[in-house]
């Protein structure tokens, strides 16, 4: 039985959609079991149907970490926390995994702190999957985990993604790229120019650089680049997804002979917004970690808790990701 510990405590709409998410992804596997840590209470409150107690085992804890809380403070300072007491079940081998969508920053500091870094990753990063409007998806990392990556943290972003892409989405010799500004290799600052030559010398199927407007035409199965510049692609994208679809229902709301042909549109509107459904894997892996540790966007309802459970953490521990991983780096860094 895999066994997940998730915060029930984090996020804009905890606990109610949280656990709600959690049933549903135990309903679509047969050897998953969750902790839901959190106030009991309230947990029991916020569903109106009856939690299956072999599968979903209950953990209170009275403190939450708020969002807008000093990461590293809440951290140390709030050891009875969902948050942490979640991330104690992984440290003492209890769970096999931690999944929140509370405060990132805290969650980052308490995977350095409880579940440490993998021999030879100096910096963990935060990777997603970004789907494609034609093809394979395609994997991000670091999208806000470190600001200032050296040429040497892409590197391990590259082993990582690479290893991800094929355990997990199942490809079989995944390509890997820098995200740059053009796609010479002359192009960019130092830190993607060292990092290029490190990437080709050391990761198989390396491609060379891609430029951000061909992402969505699987122009790589793993995309590389620093935390700053994926935090920025990953919120112009979700923006842009929210904003086009709110400007055509207004444009089709206020244009008479638009809406009565609009039915005829709506099936390929759907599928458009499917392909830039950011709630389709539901957050992002903190890789780099002893310990698997994953974030949830904070705003993560239902689906995007139960497609986090189903399609990510199950898979990466399954499979023994972290594992390999772990093997990969020791054959580059020996």
Known sequence: ?????????????????????????????????????????????????????????????????GNHED????IRSKKKSSMVTAMQL????????????????ALMAGG??????????????????????????????????????KPEHLLHYALMGRIYSQEVLGKKNPTVALLNIGTEESKGNMQVKNAYRLIKANVADFIGNVEAKEIFNCAADVLVCDGFVGNVLLKTIEGFARDVFGYLRKEIKNDFKTRLVSPLFKPIFKRISSSLD?????????????????????????????QALVKQVYPFVHNGANKKIEEALDKILS
């Open 1 to 65: 039985m895999l066994r997940v510990a998730v915060d029930a405590m984090g996020g804009d709409y905890a606990p109610s959609e949280i656990v709600k998410g959690v049933i549903s992804a135990v309903k679509r596997t047969d050897d998953l079991k969750i902790f839901l840590v959190g106030s009991s209470e309230a947990i029991q409150k916020s569903v109106d149907q009856e939690i299956d107690s072999s599968r979903i085992e209950i953990i209170n804890t009275e403190e939450v970490i």
């Open 71 to 74: 990461p590293g403070l809440a």
């Open 90 to 105: 992984v440290r003492n081998g209890e769970a096999d995994a931690v999944m929140s969508a509370g405060n990132t920053g």
């Open 112 to 149: 350095l702190l409880f579940l440490e870094r993998l021999s030879g990753i100096k910096r963990p990063a935060l990777m997603t999957v970004i789907p494609a409007f034609e093809g394979p998806d395609t994997v991000v990392l670091d999208i806000g985990a470190n600001m200032d990556a």
């Open 278 to 306: 950011e709630s389709e894997y539901g957050g992002s892996l903190l890789l780099g970690l002893k310990g698997v540790c994953f974030k949830c966007h904070g705003s993560s309802r239902e689906k995007a808790i139960a």
